[in-house]
């Protein structure tokens, strides 16, 4: 009822709509009407209220429920389902609890993370309301070893979703999104699979959207940045992820369908920070040092080594040399 009212509201955008109309469409009490405005306000949203003309909706808070997203979403299926929680330990683990029985597409969204996850149990810094902290719940039909290239489809995405808000990012094969050497985003991809077939996948995104100075600790002020510290302006967290996941839904489907991962590998290309340049390649307790030289149809970093071998590495820790933390 609450997002009824909402939408009546919104549909008018600056215009005031009396209480008496909305009570007959929505078939409540004038009370009624007035309890649900009176629980908007208190999750934020600016509604003004004047004796005989009714209800107008000033603004709306900076949140990322589903009615706040929706309207910048064009997907079928991708971000149709929101779980929006103020904090969550990490939205990854609340997905994982999820995922069996929600549908594919299913977002779990949280303001902030206590314990957010980077790879290898590294930590991903995830303060209140200045990040989009967020977990995708997919289903694809295929063998496991496929699921390493959803995350570079979700790389690919966040590219393109930033570049519609004006924004050039840089891609990190296989897991990060880089603006001027410093990293914005990370993705953690997880899954959950038997020994030909998967469960689900949780794709984990984290990006630092208008983080400040003083929200990276001593570790991460030379290596990370938000998108607020690039552009000098606050970002519309709502826009932003709607781009993302509109894009996200576009890149997956042929691969879901089809295998079909050629326009997410054109991106990755095109936007790759460690084509050409001197890297660090760390599996297990061995690092080698290489340089990479393309990412093939398949999505593997094609890397020559100092000894001339030229291999292709699938998943794994890429640094670039010479910059720092990277
Ligand atoms: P990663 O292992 O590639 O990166 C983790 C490393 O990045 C950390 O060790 C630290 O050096 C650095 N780091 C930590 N926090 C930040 C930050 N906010 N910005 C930039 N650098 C940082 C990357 O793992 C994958 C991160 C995924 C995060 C999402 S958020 C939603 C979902 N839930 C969850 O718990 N994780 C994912």
Redesign the pocket.
Known sequence: MKKSILSALKRKSDLFVSGESISNELGISRTAVWKHIKALREEGYDIESVHKKGYRLLSCPDILTLEEIEEYLTTDFIGRNVYYFDS??????K?KEMALKEKEGTIII?EE?T??????G?????PKGK?????IILKPDMIPSEVAKLTLIGAAAINRGLEAMGINSYIKWP??ILIED???????TEMSCELNMINYV?M?????VN?DKE??NR??KD????LKLVTGKKIDRKRLIGNILNHLENLYIPFKERGDISKTIRISREKSILIGREIRVITGDKELIGKALSIDDEGQLVVEFKDGRVEKVFSG?VSIRGLK?Y
């Open positions: 969550l330990s990490s939205t990854n683990n997905a949280a993370q314990k957010g996850r980077g790879r290898l590294r930590n991903w810094v995830s990040g989009i902290w967020m977990s897991n990060d410093k990293k914005v985003c990370g993705i953690l949780i984990g995104i984290g990006i630092n983080l929200d990276f570790e991460l290596k990370a940045t938000s820790e933390g």
